[in-house]
């Protein structure tokens, strides 16, 4: 399997230091006082990739027994990660749940039940076509689907 060997080393490659970057930043959040907005920027980057590695590992691993379209596959995600995230933020005082949504730090943004709702539509779609169609295609290439 010589076929786009460039691309499997590359993604070989890639995949240690996306594991290390979760512990760097884990480590920079702990160490250093950083403006509350940047550390809303940093779970994402932080989590994220290592969740995509995950998840598209238990894909494959799930794949002969559960015969699941990867981009529906894919769509769950925001289903771990959210709540993940929500726990993370929320335990570090950055986000707090009201009765009619959250807001996000003490005197910040307020963001409704119908809004969430509709970031959370927004998410699960664009996670959708992300699988179906960029995951699938580097599965495809790596001879994985």
Aim: charged fraction near 10%; proline fraction near 6%; include cysteine.
């Amino acid at each position: 399997m010589n076929r786009h060997l460039y691309l499997r080393a590359y993604m070989a490659g890639v995949a240690v230091p996306t594991v290390l970057l979760l512990i760097e930043f884990s480590a920079f959040i702990i160490t250093h006082s950083i403006d509350p907005t940047d550390r809303l920027l940093i779970f994402p980057l932080a989590i994220v990739p290592n969740a995509f590695g995950l998840w598209n590992m238990l894909y494959v691993a799930l794949r002969p027994r559960l015969h699941m379209p990867i981009g529906l596959h894919g769509a769950v995600l925001p289903f771990f990660i959210a709540p993940i995230g929500y726990a993370v933020l929320s335990s570090a005082g950055y986000v707090r749940l009201t009765s009619s949504g959250i807001t996000v730090f003490e005197d910040g943004e307020h963001f409704s039940i119908a809004v969430l709702c509709a970031l959370l539509s927004l998410g699960i779609a664009a996670y959708y076509l992300l699988w179906k169609y960029a995951v699938g295609f580097l599965n495809r290439l790596q001879g994985i689907e």
